[in-house]
């Protein structure tokens, strides 16, 4: 079943001028955090069969580093940050001041400083979505999470499988000093999200 | 993409989200669970298996993508296996997944849902489950090995195992 709101090009299209607005948010807050190091973009909008999803945005069977933060209620979500173990382990020390740490389990100051990193992430990005559809968004507090990263992504289109056999899916990608670093923000909305960002777009077009 | 697909021997297939897959020995058939559940049929005697990755419990009359519901996969696996000229009598099943992924506090638990619905299913078509590794808030890879049948599950951080 598809969803004749937005499941057009053009809705898309303009579905990605609203994202792309609230991930500049985003980056400021993230170059603010990082002191200027790390800055993130819009990678693509895109509405994918739920069987093609995890190869169309290459995440199978890697294991990655994560933080998940969800937006409960019907206009709602999921926001998953990924990293592979490298980027993550660069991004804490980097915010800790430290050295990278060659422990094989993450210890809890890198942890928090990962999910700090997503929390900022989520309440910029948020807060701008929330100013743009006049809705107030307000993320969970952000999950830790070390597993194969379609199994995490499974369980965040898990509202949107309810009722589509296809999903859409926000992708940001980052950069440091202009090199692009293996590290995304999913943005997985509801389907009353989903319609809630199309009618807002309808009315502004 | 078709729901269904048949592998050729010596290929590994992967099997997303909804899909169902069908092989002969030595095909081996693979898929990365979540809340979701892999639900593997094998025929011993003729070597051959089927995986389906099911994402949800009940397909409520939704039926465009078979292998995504615990109620509309198994039929249509069994149906797959009918047109390639397997019987049911001598099918055995193993089941993997049905995570609690974020926390038993986290949205939209649908793992426990799932396993209950696969099980309910199995014994209602009498197909004996001859190993199960469910639950847990760990995804799983999981692969079936159509020459013999194991189901090879590994957990995120830790060792392999064989059912």
């Known amino acids: 079943m598809r969803n004749p709101t937005i499941s057009r090009q053009h ?3 303009v579905l990605r001028q609203l994202l792309a607005s609230a991930t500049h948010d985003a980056s400021a807050a993230m170059c603010r955090w990082t002191d200027g190091l790390i800055t993130l973009s819009l ?5 994918i069969p739920l069987e093609m999803v995890c190869g169309e945005l290459c995440i199978d ?5 994560m933080v998940v933060l969800s937006l409960e ?3 709602g979500g999921e926001m998953i940050l990924t990293f592979d173990e490298e980027n993550g382990r660069q991004l804490a020390a980097s915010l800790l001041g ?3 740490n060659e422990d094989s389990e993450w210890n809890e100051l890198e942890k928090s400083a990962l999910t700090e990193t997503g929390n900022i992430l989520a309440c910029a990005y948020m807060n701008a979505v929330t100013r743009l559809i006049d809705h107030e968004l307000v993320p969970s507090a952000p999950y830790f999470v070390q597993d ?6 499974q369980q965040a289109l898990m509202a949107q499988a309810l009722t589509h056999d296809t999903v859409l899916i926000c992708r940001t990608k980052f950069h440091r000093e202009g090199e692009q670093l293996n590290w995304h923000v999913l943005f997985v909305p509801t389907d009353g999200l989903r319609h809630r960002m199309g009618q807002t ?3 502004n077009v | 993409m078709t729901s269904c697909t048949t592998t050729q021997p010596s290929q590994k297939q992967n099997v997303g989200m909804g899909q169902i897959a069908v092989a002969k020995a030595p095909g081996l058939l693979s898929s990365v669970l979540g809340s979701c559940v892999g639900l593997a049929l094998y025929h011993p005697r003729l070597k051959t298996g089927a995986l389906a990755h099911i994402v949800l419990p009940t397909a409520c009359g939704r039926g465009a993508l078979p292998g995504k519901f615990a109620d509309t996969a198994l039929p249509h696996m069994l149906a797959e296996f009918s047109k390639i000229g397997i019987p049911r009598e001598g099918l055995v099943a193993k089941i993997a997944g049905g995570a609690c992924m974020f926390g038993v506090s986290g949205p939209l638990q649908i793992g426990d849902n799932n396993i209950e619905a696969v099980q309910n299913i199995l014994a209602q078509e009498n197909i004996r489950i001859l190993a199960r590794d469910v639950g847990g808030q760990k995804g799983r890879r999981v692969t079936l090995d159509c020459s ?5 599950v590994e957990i995120a951080g830790t060792s392999k195992k064989k059912l």
């Open chain 1, 11 to 13: 809705d898309l299209e």
């Open chain 1, 43 to 47: 990678d693509e909008v895109r509405e």
């Open chain 1, 61 to 65: 069977d890697d294991l990655l580093t």
């Open chain 1, 73 to 75: 209620g019907e206009l």
């Open chain 1, 98 to 100: 430290r050295e990278v």
């Open chain 1, 148 to 153: 194969f990263g379609a199994s995490v992504l």
């Open chain 1, 201 to 203: 777009l309808h009315a």
């Open chain 2, 148 to 152: 013999t049948g194991e189901l090879l």
